[in-house]
Structures are given as structure tokens and as C-alpha cells.
Antibody, heavy 121, light 111 residues
Framework: EVQMVESGGGLVQPGGSLRLSCAASGFIFSSNSMSWIRQAPGKGLEWISFISNTGSPIYYSDSVKGRFTISRDNAKNSLFLQMNSLRAEDTAVYYC??????????????WGQGTLVTVSS | QSVLTQPPSVSGAPGQRVTISCTGSSSNIGAGFGVHWYQQLPGTAPKLLIYGNTNRPSGVPDRFSGSKSGTSVSLAITGLQADDEADYYCQSYDSSVTGWVFGGGTKLTVL
């Protein structure tokens, strides 16, 4: 069974940092690209970052570019998101998701349960 | 403002049929990028419902179907059931932002 479990969320002050982790199981992690997607309270879904199965290329949304860093450890079946210079508007549930499909048809077929990040003083 | 446009809400009585539209532009749906639909039940993570405009993953009932016409796509749900009450999101890829985009979401209420 494909499963992703996020961890590392919590309360952080504006300007602070947090590192999220996503532990994957039930599939060949090193064969799949992965993404982070977030959802602010009561709002819709926002894609924020992509990493290919080999670790390159990497893409970010404009809203997090320069502040967040995605990475992965294929030996440990793990995905990470280092979040720096956090702002109140980064408050959201953060999901890791597996990407499947050929170019132009990519979708997120499995999602973790999410981890809540709250940025507040 | 979302790159893909969905109605904020739709409703229908049990057993009825409802449709949810998703409108894009020439840099996403109109460019031929696939559209995918997700169902998010209250308090849970999104679940893939339709991929590649019209395809259902294993386990998704055939009451759910997708269609595409030009730069618009639609999700149809027939034989509405109470547990279909959820938020529904469309998603595609956008070449102008070099990334994946979602619609703003549509809340389905079963009356």
C-alpha cells in the first residue's frame, strides 16, 4: 500500500525556520517525482515545489522561491522541505504528494495526511 | 485568484446529477495539458478522482466522469449520495508559471 507520512509541522514565529519530512512507503520511491502542496486554513490547494526522482530538476512556486528548499534522500525513502524566513501567509497544512504521468499529463496520485504549520508570534 | 476557475459551490438532491466546470487558458488547458480532479472530504487529504481529463483511477465509481471541450473541462457526478459532499478541485500544468496549478475549489452540497 502506497503511503506518505508527513512530520515536522508546528508553531513558529515569523522569520523562523522549520523542516518538514515525508516518509514514503509501498512504492519504489527512487522512481517517482514528488511535490509539496499546501492548503491555508479554509482555502484551496497551492502547489509549491517539485523534485524529480533523481533530485534534479527542482521547481518552486513564486510564493516560496528563495525561502524554501526541497530535497530528498532516496536511500531513506524520504522527502524534505526546509522552510526559512517564514511569514504569516505560510500558515497552512503541508502535503507531500507523489507525481505520476507523462509530461503534460502529470497529476498527484497519492497524498500524505498533511502536517500543520502555523506562523505566528 | 486561481489560474483555473471553478464555481465556488454547487448543490443537488440525492440521486440527481451535478456538474462542476473548470475553465483555463491557452497556457494550461488550452495548451493541451491534462486536467485532473480531486475530491477532498472534510478534514482529510485530497484524493485523485479523475486523471487525464476523463480517466478514473481504480476504485473510483463510474458515477464520476470527466469531459473536456476547448479550454473548459467538467466533472459530472450522477446518482448523488450524501457522502459525495466534499470539496472538488481541478488541476493542470501551466507553461506560463512553469508549475502545477489548481482551481479554487467547488463545495458540493447534497441537499
Amino acid at each position: 500500500e502506497v503511503q506518505m507520512v508527513e512530520s515536522g509541522g508546528g508553531l513558529v514565529q515569523p522569520g523562523g525556520s522549520l523542516r518538514l519530512s515525508c516518509a514514503a512507503s509501498g512504492f519504489i520511491f527512487s522512481s517517482n517525482s514528488m511535490s509539496w502542496i499546501r492548503q491555508a486554513p479554509g482555502k484551496g490547494l497551492e502547489w509549491i515545489s517539485f523534485i524529480s526522482n533523481t533530485g534534479s530538476p527542482i521547481y518552486y512556486s513564486d510564493s516560496v522561491k528563495g525561502r524554501f528548499t526541497i530535497s530528498r534522500d532516496n536511500a531513506k525513502n524520504s522527502l524534505f522541505l526546509q522552510m526559512n524566513s517564514l511569514r504569516a501567509e505560510d500558515t497552512a497544512v503541508y502535503y507531500c504528494a507523489r507525481i505520476v504521468g507523462a509530461y503534460g499529463q502529470t497529476n498527484f496520485d497519492y497524498w500524505g495526511q498533511g502536517t500543520l504549520v502555523t506562523v505566528s508570534s | 485568484q486561481s489560474v483555473l476557475t471553478q464555481p465556488p459551490s454547487v448543490s443537488g438532491a440525492p440521486g440527481q446529477r451535478v456538474t462542476i466546470s473548470c475553465t483555463g487558458s491557452s497556457s494550461n488547458i488550452g495548451a493541451g495539458f491534462g486536467v485532473h480532479w480531486y475530491q477532498q472530504l472534510p478534514g482529510t487529504a485530497p484524493k485523485l478522482l479523475i486523471y487525464g481529463n476523463t480517466n478514473r483511477p481504480s476504485g473510483v465509481p463510474d458515477r464520476f466522469s470527466g469531459s473536456k471541450s476547448g479550454t473548459s473541462v467538467s466533472l459530472a457526478i450522477t446518482g448523488l449520495q450524501a457522502d459525495d459532499e466534499a470539496d472538488y478541485y481541478c488541476q493542470s500544468y501551466d507553461s506560463s508559471v512553469t508549475g502545477w496549478v489548481f482551481g479554487g475549489g467547488t463545495k458540493l452540497t447534497v441537499l
